[in-house]
């Protein structure tokens, strides 16, 4: 796609269940973020990766969340024993690589989710 | 990571030029200057970006500066679908420095 694509776009889960977050970012893409955005905040970052490297994890809350990309492509963020607090959108951005300028983050639409 | 402050909200009318300034006292030599719109539902979206001086594009111009210590965003005309959350990020090309956010502004544009 044009895009990046994050899927599913709502996800209501039981507190205690695990989740995983999709995104597909744009085909050839270097750098990838993934952000947590609360209501009314703004997106806070939890983790980027450059390829498959996963370079910065400091954003991530606890050892309940972890992100991978394997492949250097599409990125999973998963939760597990999800809580409350975990409900936020969270919000996928990729990005080339740019070399001595800054060059712009396209971002997903997000992953809405709900712990109940 | 440079501290940006920017306003909390602004309002304005249709038509109207609208002008959102940010600081960010210690701004590094590497950083650049960008700024994103988020509607609700939708993830941010780039607007423009500069180093210094002055950037325009179709959608808002850029004003920085010598010092670079603070930037405005303008906005020229707005309309009602200007209404969004504008974000101003500063930092280098290198990794996640590159996209930290603060709150951002929270733009109204009444008819």
């Known amino acids: 796609g044009a895009g990046v694509s994050q899927s599913p776009r709502y996800k209501v889960a039981k507190r205690g269940q695990d989740v995983a977050l999709r995104c597909d970012p744009i085909s050839g893409h270097v750098s990838l973020f993934w952000y947590q955005q609360a209501l009314g905040q703004g997106p806070e970052f939890l983790t980027y990766?450059?390829?498959?490297?996963?370079?910065?994890k400091s954003g991530l809350p606890s050892d309940r969340f972890f992100a991978e990309r394997p492949e250097g492509s599409v990125s999973t963020l998963k939760i597990q024993r999800t809580q409350q607090e975990d409900s936020a959108v969270y919000l996928c951005?990729?990005?080339?690589?740019?070399?001595?300028?800054?060059?712009?983050?396209?971002f997903g639409q997000g992953t809405r989710l709900t712990v109940v | 990571l440079a501290k940006t402050t920017q306003p909390i909200s602004m309002d304005s009318y249709e038509g109207q030029e609208v002008n959102i300034t940010c600081s960010h006292n210690?701004?590094?030599?590497?950083?650049?200057i960008t700024w994103y719109q988020q509607f609700p539902s939708q993830g941010p979206r780039f607007i423009i970006q500069?180093?210094?001086t002055k950037v325009t594009n179709e959608v808002a111009s850029l004003f920085i500066p010598a010092d670079r210590k603070s930037s405005t965003l303008s906005l020229p005309r707005v309309s009602l679908s200007d209404t969004a959350v504008y974000y101003c990020l500063v930092g280098a090309d290198t990794g996640r420095r590159a996209l930290t956010f603060g709150s951002g502004t929270r733009l109204q544009v009444q008819p």
């Open positions: 990766f450059q390829n498959e490297a996963q370079l910065d």
């Open positions: 210690n701004i590094a030599t590497n950083d650049y």
């Open positions: 500069g180093y210094k």
């Open positions: 951005a990729s990005r080339t690589q740019g070399l001595g300028m800054n060059t712009e983050a396209f």
